[in-house]
């Protein structure tokens, strides 16, 4: 009889853990948003054309998509823009 116990309480540990798992995999999968097609870019400042409004990259892909953005600054940006504050032998990196 224990042993029968034992049994129904291993299949019940793998029935809740796998169905957890299969949960949480269906939750993100449901997140996963694509875009797809050609989007108008401006060349020079980067903006793209959402239908007639040209609205920043950022903007665009927030609006269609559930990523989000945060601003940071490249090592390269760094030196280039900041010169004085950022040296150019790397020892002084930028923070994002």
């Known amino acids: ?4 116990i034992r049994i129904f309480a291993c299949y019940l540990i793998i029935f809740t853990v796998c169905s957890y798992y299969s949960v949480n995999w269906m939750k993100d999968k449901v997140r996963i948003r694509y875009l797809e097609g050609v989007l108008r870019i401006c060349s020079y ?9 040209w ?3 950022e903007t665009y892909i927030t609006e269609h998509s559930a990523a989000l953005f945060s601003h940071g600054l490249c ?4 030196r280039q823009h ?4 950022f040296q150019t032998s790397g020892t002084n990196e930028a923070q994002t």
């Open 75 to 78: 090592p390269d940006c760094a």
């Open 45 to 53: 400042c980067k903006r793209v054309d959402a239908g007639g409004r």
């Open 82 to 85: 900041y010169p004085d504050q």
């Open 55 to 57: 609205v920043a990259f």
């Open 1 to 4: 009889m224990k042993v029968g």
